[in-house]
Every structure is written in structure tokens, then in C-alpha cells.
């Protein structure tokens, strides 16, 4: 008797729980939008005239409707990173992954429902480089009853870390595509759009996030950072972690935090210091060596209430913020402790046993130079990357998904490796160049559905060593171990975390070392795997997963929309 009441009991929970999901319907004009940035004035893409744009807050259950119309110049598709899109492959965005680009003057309606997320992700273009200006945030808040596995802030503000140049970013690939350099590194970073008071000309429009003394505040950091990883600190304030890619972290406090483009990192912030003005401020780590990169350092300001202005001498003076430590450029030490520091916040089920074990080498290359080309590489070459030796090229005619769900042939072959072809001391000095060249290729790999996949990625020092944050669409992952030099089964399994490690849509693979993750394919569709550095991105450092169909009836890919874009 008492447990049919609890059963009943619970099922009308659930029926309010679901009762209280709402369908949200949204409108992304797609335009060129002009703005004034470093003394210049620019005409960037936007969406709808915002810079950042439009901030999405939903309700975990919540389906997004979203018509979003080109006005551009450009072809367009948006993805939203970090959603599982479960059974929805085709609103995950990838251009000719999962759809045809929206051509200027077309329309076209994403339309997905969250399901079992919360936390901070973001929003973006995913085609050339337009993510660069096209991106926000995408907030998930507890279903109702749910709360937050902390004390409630008393204010919360997302921070959304950018990357700006003097230049359309589309023309700085161009200009990279023709001559096979390397892209021109940015001319600023930026805090919601704004470089802050560092930069010339910047000083008016400096991101200030109000405080009151003794409130929590919420931080919901996003880098939406093109080519650099960023150190991120607040001068004279500690920052508690709470969560990373929006799953809850064990808190732990720390000084700085680091994330790679495509990352979330939410803190929790006392506001426990003389009333004030004080720098929020973000700069490169930069982990590969002898590598350019951009050297500044954006600024946003924290601000005490009533310390915006201060009497002097009868006058109002706006006091100086003060200036936090950031680590050196170079500080893989200090990037490493903070990625290593995040945990689960208990014991999780990790997926086992393991069914399909992979080892991925991520890293870049360098193609020859064939007649009639330009060659601005190192020693006339054409810089490309890869996994496994597999320089990914993307299709023209048709998305990869289309392709698989409706049998085309032609467009990708199901070859791709599951380990690399040579194995050699893949994070060594005096690489031989006969290691360096990959092969361009339309590559996919097939996986059953359920199947408990753990893959080895290790990074190489091809070229030269870097950290690669590596992104898998459609899927959270538990980050098990990460380590320096070359993965070695006999030594570094004895590493794996399978009591709390953290779960996370992006990895950074550390520097000439490897990350090792594991998960469960459980989400029908062709899934992009790539390094969230677009300039790798660009030159061929990503591949492709085909997660087969179930045989459960909530295990299939749904049929495409009607209006989905044609190539």
C-alpha cells in the first residue's frame, strides 16, 4: 500500500516536473552589424545587432525553437556546443557534418529539447571563422524543485572570452587558406566583446560587472576564443570552482583558472574586500614554443557599489582598479594543476567494461608543396594537422549525416583508423620528416550503439607541441587520466581516476603529453571530434563518428526537418 502511494507520488512529481517545460521560440537575424573596436570602426556578423549575441536561458526539459534567417554575405550554420542533442543530430550545426550551410537569404529552424543538463554552454557559428563575432551564451537552469548543488549566488553574470582582429576574421582565413602560413595571430582579446582599458580607444566600454560587499556572485567564464587559451584571475579575489562544461565540479578555490576555446568554467566570488574597483583580466597561455601569439591582455572591471565614484578634494575621480597576478604565458605548470584539480562532486558510475578502445594522435603537419601553389610554411611547405595522420576534409555536396541516414555513396569512406599507422616516440625531439606529411581524407568511423568507448589522445610534437582542447559533438565525456610524454598502458592505466573524474565536453590534451577519456555511445548520428582551435580545425585536425541506430524505441536518429538546407 505505502509503496504504490510512493510510486504514484512520484509519477505526479514527474507529471509536474514535465508539465513545467516550456516550449521557448527565438528569432537569429544574421546580419553585418558595425561597431568601433581599437580607434577602428569594423562591420562585423552578428546576431540580431548584439555583440556577444542573445543570451539563451532555458529550464533543463525546455525545447528551443529557433528560426534563424542569413541576411550575411556569408554562409552560415550555428551549433550549440555542449548540447547532447539526443536523437537530434541534425540541429547540432556543423557545416557538412549534420547539414548544408544556410545560404544568404535562407532560413532555416533548429529545434531541440534539453534533456538531463544544466549548467553554463554557449552558442556559435560553425562555418569559416564567423564564430569569431557569431556566439553567446546558452544557460541551463534545475528543473523546478532542483536546485544547485551550492548555496544559491545572490547575482550571477556570464563572462563570455573572445578573440578580435582589425580584419574580417573570414579575410585572416583566407589570406591563411591561400598561402598555407599560419593565420595572423588577433590583435585583442576580449570580455563580452569589449577589450577593456588596456587596449587603445577602449577605455569607455569596459565590461563592469556591479557588486554589492559581502554577496556571492555567480561567474559563468565562456571562452569563445578563436586560436589561444586564456589564464583568467580577478585582482584580491579568490574563485571557487563549482562547475566545468556545464557538469558540477567537487569546489575547490584557486587564484586563476585556465580554459581552451569551447570551454565553460563557472566560480562561485565573495565579495569580501574593501569597496573597490577591481581588474577581471585574461591572457594567452601560450604552450607551444616559438610559436607567435597574441601578447595582450583584456580587462573587465568588478565594481563595488558606491565605488564607482570617489571625492577628491571636492572633485569625482573614478579609482584605478587594481591589477591581478597572471601567470607567465608559458605556465604549462600552473595550467596543468588547475585542469587536474577538477573532480566530480562524488563517486560516478564510470562506463565499463570497455568495448572499443581507440588511440588518437592529434596534432599538425605539414603537406608539400605542390607546383602552382603557395608555400608559406616552415621550409616551403603548407601547414595541415591531423589525427592519426588523417588530415580531415570536409564534404561539399552533402552533410556527412544526410549522406549516412539516406545511403548516398561517395561522400565518406568508413576507414578510419583506430590507431595511428606508424607508431613512433610520438612527443620526441627530431621528428623524421617522413612522420610529417598526413593524408587528406573523408574518414569516418562506425560504432555500435552502447558500445563503452575509451579513447587514448595523445598529442605529438610534429612541428611543435601544443595543448590541443579537443571537442566531441554530442557527448559528455569522463576525463580519466592526463599526463605528460607518451601514453604507456603498463604505467599510466595504474592513473586512471574511476571514482570522481571530471565530465566534460572538451579536453585539453596537455602539451607533447595525451588525455584519456571514456564514454558511451549512446547517441544516434555522425558526430564531429575536433580541436576547438579553429586555425587546427581549418587545417584538417578533426574526424568524424557514425553511432549506429538502437534497437529500443527512443534509440533511433529522428527523421530530418523538411526545411533542412540543401547543398
Known sequence: ?????????????????????????????VKETPVKRLCKRHRIITVNDQYPGPTLTVTDGDTLVIKVTNLARYNITLHWHGIRQLRTAWADGPDYITQCPIVPGATFVYQFTITDQEGTLWWHAHASWLRATVHGALIIYPKLGKSYPFDKPHREYPIILGEWWNRDPNEVLRQATITGAAPNVSDAFTINGRPGDLYSCSNQGTSIFPVVSGETILFRFISASMNTELFVSIAGHLMTVVAADSAYTKPFTTT??????????????????????????ARAYASAQGVPFDNTT?????????????????AQ?????????????????????????????????????VNVTLFFTVGLGLFNCLPGMICGGPNGTRFGASINNVSFVLPSTISLLQAYYFDVPGIYTEDFPPEPPIIFDFTGNNIS????????????????????VQIVLQGTNIVSGEEHPMHIHGYQFYVLATGFGNFNPDVDTEKFNMVDPPE?????????????????????????VHCHIDAHLTWGLAMAFIVENGEGENESLLPP???????
Not at 504514484?8 to 528569432?27: C, M, R, S, T
Not at 583584456?298 to 571636492?314: N, P, Q, W
Not at 617522413?434 to 558500445?451: A, D, E, I, N
Open 256 to 281: 586563476v583558472i585556465m580554459l581552451g576555446p569551447g570551454q565553460t568554467t563557472d566560480v562561485l566570488v565573495t565579495a569580501d574586500q574593501p569597496e573597490g574597483r577591481y581588474y577581471i583580466a
Open 1 to 29: 500500500m505505502f509503496s504504490s502511494f510512493l510510486s504514484n507520488l512520484l509519477l505526479l512529481l514527474l507529471a509536474i516536473v514535465y508539465a513545467n517545460a516550456e516550449i521557448q521560440y527565438h528569432e537569429f537575424i
Open 504 to 528: 566534460r565536453n572538451t579536453i585539453g590534451v596537455p602539451v607533447n603529453g595525451w588525455a584519456v577519456i571514456r564514454f558511451v555511445a549512446d547517441n544516434p548520428g555522425v558526430w564531429l
Open 317 to 353: 575621480t573614478v579609482p584605478i582598479p587594481l591589477v591581478p597576478l597572471l601567470p607567465a604565458y608559458n605556465d604549462t605548470a600552473t595550467a596543468f594543476a588547475f585542469s587536474t584539480s577538477l573532480h566530480s562532486p562524488g563517486p560516478v558510475n564510470v562506463p565499463d567494461p
Open 298 to 314: 583584456a580587462t573587465a572591471i568588478l565594481e563595488y557599489k558606491f565605488a564607482s565614484c570617489t571625492a577628491v578634494h571636492g
Open 561 to 567: 526537418p523538411l526545411d533542412l538546407p540543401v547543398c
Open 433 to 452: 620528416q617522413s612522420l610529417q606529411q598526413p593524408v587528406q581524407g573523408t574518414r569516418v568511423y562506425r560504432l555500435k550503439y552502447g558500445s563503452v
